[in-house]
């Protein structure tokens, strides 16, 4: 089970986007993630007519690593980390390090 799944509202920690927020668009395999509005390039693209493609510039997001982000807890608004916990009915559900609530619904 991982710490951040996709739709997770998450904070960049380190890097050139530090101190932005956004949601996960996708998991790339164990270590790296898309994020919304996040590590965003400038690729240039070749015209296809075929597949009706312009030719230009496009910006894209890229994968950042799973190691430069951290959840973000909607009650104080700051990066948390995040841990595991296992309830009474045998459901395992992630938790805030700092104050214990549970991150799944």
């Not at 951040?4 to 996708?26: E, L, P, Q, W």
């Amino acid at each position: 089970m991982s710490k951040i799944r996709k739709g997770d509202n998450i904070i960049v920690t380190a890097g050139k986007d530090k101190g932005k927020r956004g949601v996960v668009r996708s998991l790339i395999g164990a270590e790296r993630l898309v994020v919304e509005g996040v590590n965003r390039v400038k690729k240039h693209v070749k015209p296809n007519p075929l597949k009706g493609v312009q030719g230009g510039l496009s910006e894209q997001e890229m994968p950042i690593n799973i190691s430069n982000v951290a959840l973000l807890n909607p009650a104080t608004q700051n990066a948390d980390r995040v841990g595991f916990k296992h309830l009474a009915d045998g459901r395992k559900v992630r938790v805030f390090k700092s104050s214990g609530e549970i991150v799944d619904v």
